[in-house]
C-alpha cells in the first residue's frame, strides 16, 4: 500500500466540478467502448453498474448515497495490495481503472467513494481522505469520512470494517491525517486535525487526478511497465 506515515503533504486541486460530471463523461459510447476495450465485459459491467448507481441516486438523502455507495465498492472490489496488482508499492488507482480490474487496496475503496458521492452532490467540504493506522492488524490505513455537520463526529466509510459507523465507536482507527481539495488536517489528540496551511503537492494525488481529467485507463501490465515508484509516502 505505501511505506511510510511520516509527513504527507497535499497538492490542493479543484476537481468538484470535474467529479459533478463524472458520471456524464464517462456514460458516452466512446468512453465505454474504451473500457470494455481495455479491460473486457466484466470490467463494462462493474463500470455500467456504478454508472446505474449513479444516475439511480442522485435524488436520495445523503444518508441512503452514503450507505449506497459504500456498500457498492465494498462488494464488486476485492481487496488487493498495490506490489502484486500493479507492481508498485503505491499506486492510487481512479475510480475506473479499480472497477475496471475489480481490485484495489484501501485507498482505491476510499477514493472510489470520494468521488462517486462527490458525483451525486454531497458537498466536498463533508467529505475528508483520511489516513489511520488500522490498531487491530497494526497496519496503515485510509478510510473515508463524512461530516453531517461542520463540528460533528465524522461517519467512517471502510472496506476494513463495511458497516458505517461514526469515529467515536471506531477505537480501532488512530487518526493521522486527513484531507480533500481544500487543504491538509494534521489530526491531534482530540478534536478533528488543525489545518495545514501552504500545502504542496503529493505526487499521487496529482498523477490520481490528471488521469481522470484525461481519461486514462491503466491496464495491470501498462502499469507495470512504467518502472520505479512514482509516489513514495
Not at 15 to 37: E, G, M, P, W
Not at 46 to 53: E, G, N, P
Not at 69 to 80: E, L, P, S
Not at 176 to 193: D, E, H, V
Request: contains cysteine.
Amino acid at each position: 500500500m505505501f511505506r511510510h506515515l511520516l509527513v504527507f503533504l497535499l497538492i490542493i486541486v479543484s476537481f468538484c466540478v470535474l467529479a459533478s460530471r463524472l458520471a456524464d463523461v464517462l456514460a458516452t459510447d466512446a468512453v465505454l467502448n474504451k473500457v470494455n476495450a481495455v479491460y473486457g465485459d466484466a470490467g463494462l459491467n462493474r463500470v455500467k453498474q456504478w454508472l446505474a448507481l449513479v444516475n439511480e441516486s442522485g435524488s436520495d438523502n445523503e444518508w441512503n448515497q452514503l450507505n449506497k455507495v459504500n456498500t457498492f465498492f465494498n462488494k464488486q472490489i476485492r481487496y488487493q495490495n498495490d506490489l502484486p496488482l500493479w507492481g508498485k508499492n503505491d499506486y492510487w488507482a481512479s475510480p475506473v481503472e479499480m472497477l475496471g480490474v475489480g481490485s484495489g487496496d484501501c485507498e482505491d475503496y476510499a477514493i472510489g467513494k470520494f468521488f462517486t458521492l462527490l458525483s451525486l452532490g454531497v458537498p466536498e467540504e463533508k467529505m475528508r481522505l483520511m489516513y489511520v493506522r488500522q490498531l487491530t492488524v497494526n497496519e496503515p490505513h485510509m478510510v473515508l469520512i463524512y461530516f453531517e455537520q461542520p463540528n460533528s463526529i465524522p461517519l467512517v466509510l471502510d472496506n476494513f470494517d463495511p458497516r458505517i459507523k461514526s469515529a467515536d465507536k471506531r477505537r480501532d482507527l488512530k487518526p493521522i491525517y486527513s484531507f480533500n481539495g481544500q487543504g491538509l488536517w494534521m489530526a491531534k489528540a482530540k478534536g478533528l486535525g488543525k489545518k495545514v496551511e501552504n500545502s504542496r503537492g503529493n505526487s499521487a494525488w496529482d498523477s490520481l487526478t490528471k488521469r481522470i481529467e484525461n481519461g486514462e485507463m491503466n491496464t495491470i501490465d501498462k502499469v507495470n511497465s512504467k518502472g520505479p515508484d512514482y509516489a513514495k509516502l
